[in-house]
């Protein structure tokens, strides 16, 4: 069993920066895959960045150069660095940790890039 709580999120101005946070009650980097998701309002949820089980990071083409996924072993915690925001980033944010058949997801944190 692993939880998930997002915190971060809120009003940025384009140009702007934000950290996102998912802090889990269990760990997290022992066999799962971890990675930020997004979904915009009438559109499907999408992969923003990922870090698979084998290590390797996966960035969306739209984010690529301006987002960076990191994670902090000992607070089992996973970030998400956004720079230079675009309103095009707009969207709810959620976290993601899957193992095998198991999926975790965090409760989403509003990212509104303003104008």
């Known amino acids: 069993q692993v939880q998930l709580v997002e915190s971060g999120g809120g009003l940025v101005q384009p140009g702007g920066s934000l950290r996102l946070s998912c802090a889990a009650s269990g760990s997290i980097f022992s066999g799962y895959a971890v990675g930020w998701w997004r979904q915009a309002p009438g559109k499907q949820r999408a992969l923003v960045a990922a870090i698979t089980t084998g290590g390797s990071f996966n960035y969306a083409d739209s984010v690529k150069g301006r987002f960076t996924i990191s994670g902090d072993n000992a607070k089992n915690t996973v970030y998400l660095q956004m720079n230079s925001l675009k309103p095009e980033d707009t969207a709810v944010y959620y976290c993601?940790?899957?193992?095998?058949?198991?999926?975790?997801w965090g409760q989403g944190t509003q990212v509104t890039v303003s104008s």
């Open positions: 993601y940790a899957g193992r095998g058949l198991y999926e975790y």
